[in-house]
């Protein structure tokens, strides 16, 4: 179960990454055409940085968790990852 609470840890450290990646590009990006769709597309990556810094918090200070929602975080957290890095990749083109 450890190893799966690790790969937990390592999917929102790496969401982290990405976060403020994206956050870089669309503040940059606002910078210069003040569209709207990019504040938006900012308040998104804002709010979903506050839920994987909270998650990182719980999975280093938190008691046993039960097998099951270990599983299940993991595999969410891993699945934010492939959807980021997607949208990383993509917003970086």
Known sequence: MSLMLDAARVAA???????????AVWGRTYREIKAPMTLGSI??????LAEN????????TAPAMP?????????LQILETGALAILFYYTWK
């Open 13 to 23: 450290a790496a969401n982290v990454v990405l976060l403020v990646g994206l956050l």
């Open 43 to 48: 308040a998104f990556a804002v709010l979903l």
């Open 53 to 60: 810094l909270v998650a990182l918090w719980f999975y280093f």
């Open 67 to 75: 097998s099951i929602a270990v599983r299940v975080m993991m595999l």
